[in-house]
T-cell receptor, first 115, second 112 residues
Framework: DTGVSQNPRHKITKRGQNVTFRCDPI?????LYWYRQTLGQGPEFLTY????????KSRLLSDRFSAERPKGSFSTLEIQRTEQGDSAMYLC?????????????FGSGTQLSVL | GENVEQHPSTLSVQEGDSAVIKCTYS??????FPWYKQELGKRPQLIID?????GEKKDQRIAVTLNKTAKHFSLHITETQPEDSAVYFC???????????FGKGNQVVVIP
């Protein structure tokens, strides 16, 4: 499967714990995005990387959230001191710069449940 | 920022009939408008998109129309089939903007 891969698919954690998610984009894609989706809502933008540089962050991304893409390939999203309001589907997407660079290819997401 | 709204929230159609979903946007600078389909428990997938320099685009049974003056665009599905049942999200962005603004989604149910 050469699509966007996310791990784990599901994560259950207790409030206050830290969690980390991983995203492997399509190999030739240089852009990587993190979105969050809650039930009955569309995906909400969190942050965006071009290669290894994090170029944009949403106000939704509080200080407890950090994302990295150290070598311009896979990315990690860490949430520290999780809260119940963090429960959501975390979606990763990738795209390729250039004409059609806005065409996002999504992964299957990581479903986070904070108890 | 861009605000995208979709109507209706739920649409039920008989198999073989057409379905139309309308989306409105707020930012007149937006120039790229994709539609994503998300089946239950699966990832959102791009099904069709349109840029502001054209008014309509077709791909087999699906089409998208854009009215820049009114700031709305619509998804048309003809000869609906059960596999068309899904949530459809519209989105908008402008050139140089790195984020897509999504609507809340439309649940389409095709009744066999």
């Amino acid at each position: 499967d050469t699509g966007v891969s996310q791990n784990p698919r599901h994560k259950i954690t207790k409030r206050g714990q830290n969690v980390t998610f991983r995203c492997d984009p399509i190999s030739e894609h240089n852009r990587l995005y993190w979105y969050r989706q809650t039930l009955g809502q569309g995906p909400e933008f969190l942050t965006y990387f071009q290669n290894e540089a994090q170029l944009e962050k949403s106000r939704l991304l509080s200080d407890r959230f950090s994302a990295e893409r150290p070598k311009g390939s896979f990315s990690t999203l860490e949430i520290q001191r999780t809260e119940q309001g963090d429960s959501a589907m975390y979606l990763c997407a990738s795209s390729l710069t250039g004409q059609g660079g806005e065409k996002l290819f999504f992964g299957s997401g990581t479903q986070l449940s904070v108890l | 920022g861009e605000n995208v709204e979709q109507h209706p929230s739920t649409l039920s159609v008989q198999e073989g009939d057409s379905a139309v979903i309308k989306c409105t946007y707020s930012d007149s600078a937006s120039n790229y408008f994709p539609w994503y389909k998300q089946e239950l428990g699966k990832r959102p997938q791009l099904i069709i998109d349109i840029r502001s320099n054209v008014g309509e685009k077709k791909d087999q049974r699906i089409a998208v129309t854009l009215n820049k003056t009114a700031k709305h665009f619509s998804l048309h599905i003809t000869e609906t089939q059960p596999e068309d049942s899904a949530v459809y999200f519209c989105a908008a962005t402008s050139y140089g903007n790195n984020r897509l603004a999504f609507g809340k989604g439309n649940q389409v149910v095709v009744i066999p």
